[in-house]
Each structure stands twice: as C-alpha cells, then as structure tokens.
C-alpha cells in the first residue's frame, strides 16, 4: 500500500530536549516535505527536498533541521525544542519533481507539545 | 504567508444540500489543489487543476477555476455527513516560488444527517 509514515503520532517533549520525527514514504517519490499546523493560520511549509542531499527552506523554518539522505526519509529535527513549537506537523511527499503539478500524499500527523 | 484564502471560513448544512467553498488567492498559478481533512488527520487530495482549465469533476466534486477573477471554487453535491471535514487550497506560482505549495486556512464543512 501506498503510503507516508510518521513516527511517533504523539509527543509530549520539554523545552531543549532534542527531538526527531521520522517520515518515510515508500512510492519512491522525489519531492517531500514538512508542514506544521496551527488553528487558524492552514498549513505552513517548514522544509522541503527535491531529492537526495537537496533540501530548502519553506516559509517557517527557524528552530528545525532536516536531512535526506535516502530518498524513501526524510526526518524532521528541532534540537532546541520550545512552546511555540507546539502544533501538528504533516510529512507530505510528491511524486514529481514539482510539488505543484502533482498531488501530495500526506502522513497521519505528529502531534506534538512542548511543555 | 498565504496565497490561498478560503470563504467561508465554516459552513453547516443538512445532508442531500450542495456545499460550496471559494478560494481567492493573490498572485497568477500555474495550478491550485484542493485537499480535504478530517479532523486532526492527514490531508487527502481532491482535485488539481491547471491554470488552463476552467473546470474539472470527479464524482461529487466540481472545481472551477477563474484566472482573471484569481478565484476558485468547490462544489460538493448530494452532500453526505461523511464530507464533514476542512477543506483547503493550495496553489503554487510566482508568490510561493515553483517549487511549493501555499495552503489557505480552510473551510470547515459540517453536514448533519
């Protein structure tokens, strides 16, 4: 089956405890990427990679790392976590090298906090 | 920095109505999306359509689209309380760069039996 995992779907962190949300997506596709949502603003895009060892910032990318070392993971990284971090965050990946022209598939969400 | 502004920002209605929601966005696309979302769970795409058509179906769906007017629409028919969800679009172009997606802040859909 198609499909984009995140792990974990919940998480109840500290502020500055280092943290990795997983994503991975097995439909070999080329463009992932990042989303956080908060109510009220939509989804808003923290990072993306259009391939391997290619990755930029999306709109809101203060206080987060990513990497893609394969192309089936792209993990998400907040090294210094802190409330305003709190939200719901998406992996999304696309098949096309641009997100625009395709549809995106989307993981179930992590839904984080930070106290 | 949204592209995408969905209207009405909440919408209820009785099963069996038809449900409209609009998009207006800012700056010329080559696409626009539409995704739904039920509650707290990952998004699902609807429909994409490009800047050189002016509507598109599948099933219940009709989406059109008005490049001069910088606008969209959504119409669900024969609505079902299984529509109950957000619903969001997402368009690309010169404002959010070729290679991302801008989403709207969605409009919330409830459908009473």
């Known amino acids: 089956e198609a499909q984009v995992t995140q792990n974990p779907r919940y998480l109840i962190t500290v502020t500055g405890k280092k943290l990795t949300v997983t994503c991975s997506q097995n439909?070999?596709?080329?463009?992932m990427s990042w989303y956080r949502q908060d109510p009220g603003l939509g989804l808003r895009q923290i990072y993306y990679?259009?391939?391997?060892?290619?990755?930029d910032k999306g709109d809101v990318p203060e206080g987060y790392k990513v990497s893609r070392k394969e192309k089936r993971n792209f993990p998400l990284i907040l090294e210094s976590p802190s409330p305003n971090q709190t939200s719901l965050y998406f992996c999304?990946?696309?098949?096309?090298?641009?997100?625009?022209?395709?549809?995106?598939?989307f993981g179930p969400g992590t839904r984080l906090t930070v106290t | 920095s949204q592209q995408g502004e969905e209207d009405p920002q909440a919408l209820s209605i009785q099963e069996g109505e038809n449900a409209t929601m609009n998009c207006s966005y800012k700056?010329?696309?080559?696409?626009l999306q539409w995704y739904r979302q039920n509650s707290g769970r990952g998004l699902v795409h609807l429909i994409l359509?490009?800047?050189?058509?002016r509507e598109k179906h599948s099933g219940r769906l009709r989406v059109t689209l008005d490049t001069s007017k910088k606008s969209s629409s959504l119409l669900i028919t024969a609505s079902r309380a299984a529509d109950t969800a957000s619903y969001f679009c997402?368009?690309?172009?010169?404002?959010?760069?070729?290679?991302?997606?801008?989403f709207g802040a969605g409009t919330r859909l409830a459908v009473h039996p």
């Open positions: 999304a990946s696309t098949a096309g090298p641009s997100v625009a022209a395709y549809e995106q598939y």
């Open positions: 439909m070999n596709h080329e463009y």
């Open positions: 990679s259009m391939n391997v060892e290619v990755t």
């Open positions: 700056t010329s696309i080559n696409n």
């Open positions: 359509i490009r800047s050189n058509e």
């Open positions: 997402a368009t690309d172009g010169s404002y959010g760069g070729y290679n991302k997606l801008i």
